[in-house]
């Protein structure tokens, strides 16, 4: 989504164009997804590809995988695994409950936040934006004043995590909020599930978006949504039918649910992959993975803290899956210097932002398989040398600061949990 | 596509759900894709993950993966790699260059002729279809004289192998007469690049349409697509913008092409693997790549004659990189049965087919990995005793025709060549 930050090769000595992915074992992709993937998932994507269209185990795998994701969700709603990238999820959501003329609240508090209200006007909806500052999360209070003197809409739309900002929206409240009123919800947790507490039907959340390459830590290359009765059925209460196939939920429905046969062939690899990652996140049980996002998340923060860099989100929104700074202004000029400074000399891959945020925020990833204490370190660390190398003043130390906030012993922080009470 | 032919499990003997996977080195999946992938293409897709946003390092892998198609399609267009199925591709070009009332030339005479139809249809166009029965190829002579009476189209769709029906059409001479009359064409090649002979700028063909799991034996998950100058031009001169993000050819042009920006994450693994199955294609070389699809071809079909079966195509449209059969009407009620017993007695899998043809049409996919002589041969091997088994009465032997035809020694075929003459 954010421009590279320099040309390739200034300091390779090797030539093969797939030499740089081999030397990614040495290095630390620290960003918010794409995540480090574990040897386990990625040895799954190395498997002999199935036939996903003939094969019967095949459609058992992708059967599983999708259980899987139900039990990660908390939903027994029908589970979908696209092929393409986390946005396509969004899109065909929209694009398959939207019409023109329907009434579309799009609650936004960020890039993606908007950015579902550009796509509901695309697909011709008559749109209201519920909003907030982008540092601050959505308030369910305010909300409920709002919806007071609105007419009905059909549908909302809302972001759990908001990636480009770090925050974390209180999804647990806000949704309960929406059913009240009898709108369909659609929401985007694409950098929160498998991070963040998230109970898609005790919540009534009816699309819920999600991605292989966040904190699931499998490659990039799958979208996956779950879709309640109550989304289907307003997909088939439509005036208008939906526009072709790959953005089609329907078809989805109509073939693979009620037929057992796919739309288009499934990515055989991608979904080895997803299964594996599934797998490994539910055999590590939701209580032991939250806390360790929320363990690395905070520790993190303090030793952003003690960098002297300032949380970008509110302290009581910061996600557990992505902590974003304000990058110091006297630092802006040389942010991409920064960036790649760090990547060639210290081998660690932090993130900028895009939109409104380029050049504005830095991001660090902690999530699936980076939330980790030993990749944190290695990040803080690196970040610690590199904002001393281009003569930033550091307040504190950094590695100290992230350890004793693992190790549950640092002083309280500005910043504190996963931005909810639930 | 087609429905799995049976519940999975019957026969299986142990429980976890990538057990399968681990099975299939042991077996063969012969059909038109997804293919057998060489270990060389697995190994990249287990190569570490890396963030395919922001490393320098992938734009670079990316460029030299376009570039590598570029070769192989003869075109100096821009080529883009998406992140889905090879329908992806269609769905997109159709999408974004067809408006609400432009007319639209389809050439029919398969599935995939008659679906693209359906898209232009689903975008608003005026659709005028020029079609051929499934198993005769595109007569250029009869489009030239058909084309005297029409009104201009502002675009032609058509499709160069149809994988459905093991059909080549004569795309060398049909897309120069569409040129000649000012058209823009869309060519679906999706099951013949890297399998049979393909000049894009030569033929004049403006947006060539493939995809990863077919003649480059990739895992399936990427579509790819040449776009030419005209055709970037026409989505330039659109009156209305094209909807949404993820069918939106242009924001590749506006972000990627011009500001290095990908639109959304590609996935990082799958792009690692078109690029080795990409080069293994080259460096192969294209007269002995055709040559190998071509001898495969005509060795399986050799052994089909001497199996009692009727190929499906005219012969002389009759494809390099699959053979379709006309199932013989006794076999037809086990159809299923016998691909079955194929499948779990000999661990080699043929496809049926789809649409009108499922349940008359049997598959055998020779491309890109399965095109080589062994695996042609435990092919033709498992065929022939499936059938046996079912009490069918084999005029000839397979195996031997098999042999002869690919020692060049064979009698006379009644199907011969790619269907070209180019």
Known sequence: MT?????????RTTRHPLDFARQLEERLVFTPGPTEVSPRVREAMALPVANSDLDPDFAELYRATCAGLQELLHTRSDVLILAGEGLLGLEAAIASLVEPG???LALANGLYGHGFADFARDYGAEVTVFEAPDRRPLDPDALRRFLRDQKPFKLATLVHCETPTGL????????????????????????AIAA???????????????????????????????????????????RTPIRGVYLNLRLWKDLWLDKGEFP?????????????????????GEAARLARHQRLARAIRAAGEAAGLELYPAPQAAARSVTAWLIPDALRPREQAI??????????????????????????GHMGENARPEKGERFVRALAATLHHFGWNLPGDPVEAYRAALAGEGPALTGEGGGRSS
Request: negative net charge.
């Open 3 to 11: 421009q590279p930050f320099a040309e390739p090769g200034a300091r």
């Open 102 to 104: 329907d009434r579309v």
């Open 168 to 191: 974390t929206n209180p999804v647990d409240q806000i949704l309960p909020v929406l059913h009240e009123h009898g709108i369909l919800t659609v929401m985007d947790s694409v950098s």
């Open 196 to 238: 963040e507490p998230l109970e898609a039907d005790a919540w009534h959340a009816d699309v819920v978006l999600g991605g292989s390459q966040k904190a699931l830590s499998a490659p990039p290359g799958l979208a996956f949504l779950s879709v309640s009765p109550a989304a289907w059925e307003a997909m088939a209460r439509r």
């Open 264 to 284: 288009y062939t499934p990515s055989t690899s991608d979904v080895y992959a997803l299964y594996a990652a599934v797998a490994a996140a539910l055999e590590e």
């Open 339 to 364: 960036r790649r400074f760090m990547w060639e000399e210290h081998g660690v891959l932090m993130a900028g932002s895009w939109g409104d945020a380029a050049g504005r925020i830095w991001r660090a």
